[in-house]
């Protein structure tokens, strides 16, 4: 197991010069019921009512 126990993100390039992918992962994180029933209409290309997310 590694000495640091932290998980990290920044400028980042594997070998193939790919970045880490954090950035399109975090796009998924959201903050309020509006914001996500906002994005998972986008993503799933389906309406969502507010009311089933809170």
């Known amino acids: 197991m590694p000495e640091d126990q932290h998980w990290w993100t920044g400028e980042l390039e ?22 996500y029933v906002d994005w998972a209409e986008t993503y799933f290309d389906q309406p969502l009512a507010l009311d089933a997310v809170r």
């Open 14 to 35: 594997d070998a193939d010069g790919r970045d880490d992918g954090s950035g399109f992962l975090f796009g998924y994180l959201v903050q309020t019921p509006e914001e």
